[in-house]
């Protein structure tokens, strides 16, 4: 049975959207291209054009990005929404893969819905975090509720985290986003992920707009616990999402870059590991550079510190020099503290 729970194994979204291109069987093989490239959860967004926008044409409804201008948002959301009569099977599809069906709700209504889907999680979309009432009919769900925090200001995420742990979010999840698109990788401050981990106590990960897969790695190695990118079959065909998604080759890569950096980040860690201890060896150590006789002073010409690491450490040098050998030490040979005496 597919479980979620935050840990320290970094949860990768592949968030599919309007990628689909409204193509009921293009969107189950892109659920299950998403698990061949290692995505641990498939996403997607439930609402209507009618459950986000009114079907008016004035100033207010115009699309004004360059991607998506000319149209109103009626219009554009019509090209963009998936289909609800699909979500039960795509959602059978993602649990016979092994991937964690995830859809971000726009309204109750989607709620309601999702939740006969019997769905592990809940998200709240960046636009929708101000939107305190949809929060708090989602988080008395009791499960695991998604913030994406794009826009936001400081206290507009603390409203949406107190109403999200106060109506009994089973755990809270904040995303740091800009909601760009796609975003600039100048704008996206991922300095602010350790300092919201610390400042609201709740694990933070990323939704990533920017282009390409290098915002995401670096987010993991600050203590990111979820990556979600935008993720296409190609971005030749043409969809309202596809220009800032990531193709199935690029995604693999993502899904194999945090990995790494999830083993290189590891624990925190002095001292030799268990590879490095045969490398000591190659540290410097004092040696007899020259054959010393019994009674001869050690010197600069006789000692010094040079490989292997086999000697008495290089920091000990002043305390060997001026000091009485006790034995014949030949040319080569690591010095010990009973080769000379303690007086000078």
Sequence with gaps: MIKFKISSRCHIIAEISANHCQKFQKAVEMVKRAKECGADIVKFQTYTPDTLTLNIKNKYFEVKHPKWKGQTLYQLYEKAYTP???????????????????????????????????????KIASFELVDLPLIEYMARTKKPVILSTGMATLSEIRDAVETARGAGAKEVILLKCVSSYPARTEEMNLKTIPHMRELFGLPVGISDHTLGIGVSIAAVSLGAVMVEKHFTLSRKVKSPDSFFSLEPEEFKQLVSNIRMVEKATGKIHYGPTESEKESKVFRRSLFAVRDIRKGEILSEENVRSIRPGFGLPPKYLRDVLGKRSKKSIPQGTPLQWDMFGRGR
Excluded: N, Q, Y
């Design 84 to 122: 609800w009569s699909w979500f039960k099977e795509l959602k059978k599809v993602a649990d016979d893969s092994g991937l964690i069906f995830l859809s971000t709700a726009f309204d109750r209504t989607a709620v309601d819905f999702l939740e006969d889907l019997e769905v592990l999680i809940h």
